[in-house]
């Protein structure tokens, strides 16, 4: 059966007065329905760019993105968006409470459905009594809860998430992972999240995308094994978590010098179970 | 109370201390052009009686309206096309800035000869003035709608008319308003002038009569009257503002708070 969303030889190359800048160069994956994959990179990588392109919103130069087997080649409905700058995010004239249900109205949904999708979704992000505050009286955070629960609200195939969380301080991103892994584990959503923090993407995400320095292929695929049930204190202390961390920071490193990746991309890959060093 | 007092204070103080300034200037001044402040106040309610407030001031109010709603509507709608197209951006900003160079005044012999010289040639004299600062704000508020916003706006659907009144005019309205606020006192002036010209009733027929008959604490009233109605307006305009502006103040104030 075929992949929810099925990205094949994405290619993005800028161009504009005289300069050929190559964004993205060949870039192959699919996500299936109900995973949560994360995307990690060097900074600078073309995340955003890539993510734009699954999105609908950049027209990529070559190559193709398929949602439910349809071709993107617009915004498509199934898709949700949770943008890196939560402040510009949200509409800053509209309450919270407008701002979840504004994508539901140009949906057409009925003013009950509309009403009960936002409880629900701000209800999930522990905001219910925060529908009528306007989005600048709210922490950075918060406001960033806003933005996912306007994300769920509008109930997507897949959530595409661009470095939700490189704007806050650290303790709200970590409240902000739990959250984002519980809702996943509770609503069974389908999520790509786009990182540059190593240890961000192994603790949240199921499968592991490393990617090289620009132009962006695949330099491996890496499945997490961790267990399903995470949490702050005791998953990040892990070995096996110290194990999948140091696999991808090397990964990393390496595609920030350059050098060729030792697999062959299209293979999902087994980190290999070491002794742990107990000196 | 005590600070509704004082802030109370604060407002009244400096007009006071004008009047009573322009009180002691003019108290024994035997200038028939300048009379004292004294004569002037005893005239005002003999002047503008309820009769007179309906037969001149009421008429200025209902052209400035006109005038300046026209200005608004037009100067918003053009704006919004010119700010939302590069092209015709690229097209229109030559000529724009050619007409807005023009001084409204300079138009009134011409217009007459249109739009002849009842109310029709005063609401357009006054709504051509005013229509450049709507209309060059309301281009640069459309332009400068966030590069993020739009983009959201986008990957959820919201385009079209949705996208217009729910992300570009709100984005826009704080120079949106900006350019109405300055179109206000432009509108003012232009309802005087025009009345200057071929008129029969209005505030600034009225002025220019007393002064031609020497009425000269009867014209001092007159200018009195029109401080008062741009006053009137200048609260009345941000009254509205306070409310429709009411999140962009409130996110300028949080942004100071946490930089």
Same mark, same amino acid.
């Given at each position: 059966?075929?992949?929810?969303?099925?990205v094949s030889g994405l290619n993005k190359?800028?161009?504009?007065?005289?300069?050929?800048?190559e964004a993205v160069r060949d870039l192959t994956f699919t996500v299936?329905?109900?995973?949560?994959v994360c995307l990690v990179g060097p900074s600078g990588c073309g995340k $955003?760019t890539l993510l734009?392109?699954?999105?609908?919103?950049?027209?990529? $130069?070559?190559g193709?993105?398929?949602?439910?087997?349809?071709?993107?080649?617009?915004?498509?409905?199934?898709?949700?968006?949770?943008?890196?700058?939560?402040?510009?995010?949200?509409?800053?004239?509209?309450?919270?409470?407008?701002?979840?249900?504004?994508?539901?109205?140009?949906?057409?949904?009925?003013?009950?459905?509309?009403?009960?999708?936002?409880?629900?979704?701000?209800?999930?992000?522990?905001?219910?009594?925060?529908?009528?505050?306007?989005?600048?009286?709210?922490?950075?955070?918060?406001?960033?809860?806003?933005?996912?629960?306007?994300?769920?609200?509008?109930?997507?195939?897949?959530?595409? /998430?661009?470095?939700?969380?490189?704007?806050?301080?650290?303790?709200?991103?970590?409240?902000?992972?739990?959250?984002?892994?519980?809702?996943?584990?509770?609503?069974?959503? $389908?999520?790509l999240?786009v990182t540059h923090d190593i240890d961000?993407a192994v603790?949240?995400g199921e499968r592991v995308l490393v990617l090289s320095g620009s132009p962006t292929v695949v330099r491996e695929r890496l499945r997490i094994d961790?267990?399903?049930?995470? #949490?702050?204190?005791?998953?990040?202390?892990?070995?096996?978590?110290?194990e999948l961390r140091t696999h991808v920071y090397e990964q990393i490193q390496a595609a920030k010098r350059g050098t060729p990746a030792p697999e062959p991309s299209d293979r999902i890959v087994d980190v290999e179970d070491r002794?742990?060093?107990?000196? | 109370?005590?600070?509704?007092?004082?802030?109370?204070?604060?407002?009244?103080?400096?007009?006071?201390?004008?009047?009573?300034?322009?009180?002691?200037?003019?108290?024994?001044?035997?200038?028939?052009?300048?009379?004292?402040?004294?004569?002037?106040?005893?005239?005002?309610?003999?002047?503008?009686?309820?009769?007179?407030?309906?037969? #001149?001031?009421?008429?200025?109010?209902?052209?400035?309206?006109?005038?300046?709603?026209?200005?608004?509507?037009?100067?918003?709608?053009?704006?919004?096309?010119?700010?939302?197209?590069?092209?015709?951006?690229?097209?229109?900003?030559?000529?724009?800035?050619?007409?807005?160079?023009?001084?409204?005044?300079?138009?009134?012999?011409?217009?007459?000869?249109?739009?002849?010289?009842?109310?029709?040639?005063?609401?357009?004299?006054?709504?051509?003035?005013?229509?450049?600062?709507?209309?060059?704000? $309301?281009?640069?508020?459309?332009?400068?709608?966030?590069?993020?916003?739009?983009?959201?706006?986008?990957?959820?659907?919201?385009?079209?008319?949705?996208?217009?009144?729910?992300?570009?005019?709100?984005?826009?309205?704080?120079?949106?308003?900006?350019?109405?606020?300055?179109?206000?006192?432009?509108?003012?002036?232009?309802?005087?002038?025009?009345? /200057?010209?071929?008129?029969?009733?209005?505030?600034?027929?009225?002025?220019?009569?007393?002064?031609?008959?020497?009425?000269?604490?009867? /014209?001092?009233?007159?200018?009195?009257?029109?401080?008062?109605?741009?006053?009137?307006?200048?609260?009345?305009?941000?009254?509205?503002?306070?409310?429709?502006?009411?999140?962009?103040?409130?996110?300028?104030?949080?942004?100071?708070?946490?930089?």
């Open positions: 059966m075929g992949a929810l969303l099925d190359v800028y161009e504009g007065s005289g300069r050929r800048v299936e329905s109900g995973e949560l $955003t734009k392109c699954v999105g609908g919103l950049l027209a990529p $130069t070559a193709q993105v398929t949602l439910s087997g349809r071709p993107v080649s617009g915004p498509p409905p199934g898709m949700a968006f949770v943008f890196q700058e939560y402040g510009r995010s949200l509409f800053p004239w509209m309450r919270v409470g407008d701002n979840v249900e504004l994508p539901l109205k140009q949906k057409g949904l009925s003013k009950s459905r509309r009403g009960e999708l936002v409880d629900d979704a701000l209800r999930s992000v522990g905001l219910a009594d925060a529908a009528g505050a306007y989005p600048w009286q709210l922490s950075g955070g918060m406001q960033q809860r806003v933005a996912i629960a306007r994300a769920l609200a509008y109930e997507p195939e897949i959530l595409l /998430m661009d470095e939700p969380f490189a704007a806050v301080d650290a303790q709200t991103r970590a409240d902000l992972e739990d959250l984002v892994r519980g809702l996943w584990r509770e609503r069974g959503i $389908t999520i999240f961000e603790y949240l961790l267990p399903a049930e995470r #949490d702050q204190l005791h998953t990040r202390v892990a070995p096996r978590f110290a002794p742990v060093d107990k000196s | 109370m005590t600070r509704f007092l004082l802030r109370l204070a604060f407002v009244v103080a400096l007009p006071l201390f004008l009047l009573g300034l322009w009180w002691l200037a003019s108290d024994d001044s035997t200038n028939p052009f300048w009379p004292p402040l004294r004569t002037i106040l005893t005239t005002f309610p003999d002047v503008w009686t309820s009769e007179r407030l309906r037969a #001149d001031v009421l008429p200025s109010v209902l052209r400035l309206s006109a005038g300046y709603a026209v200005a608004a509507v037009a100067g918003v709608a053009v704006g919004t096309v010119i700010g939302s197209y590069r092209r015709v951006r690229a097209l229109c900003e030559p000529v724009l800035e050619f007409l807005r160079a023009i001084p409204a005044p300079v138009l009134i012999p011409v217009i007459m000869l249109f739009a002849g010289i009842g109310d029709t040639m005063k609401i357009t004299v006054i709504a051509s003035g005013c229509v450049w600062p709507i209309l060059l704000n $309301t281009v640069e508020g459309v332009r400068a709608v966030d590069p993020v916003m739009a983009e959201t706006a986008r990957s959820y659907g919201i385009t079209g008319a949705a996208r217009l009144r729910n992300v570009v005019l709100r984005s826009a309205s704080p120079q949106i308003f900006a350019g109405l606020r300055q179109a206000l006192s432009i509108a003012i002036i232009l309802m005087v002038i025009s009345e /200057m010209f071929a008129a029969s009733n209005g505030l600034g027929f009225t002025i220019v009569q007393f002064q031609r008959g020497f009425a000269v604490p009867d /014209m001092w009233t007159g200018i009195l009257v029109l401080g008062l109605l741009g006053f009137a307006l200048s609260v009345v305009f941000q009254l509205v503002e306070r409310r429709v502006l009411g999140w962009y103040h409130g996110l300028r104030a949080s942004a100071r708070r946490s930089p």
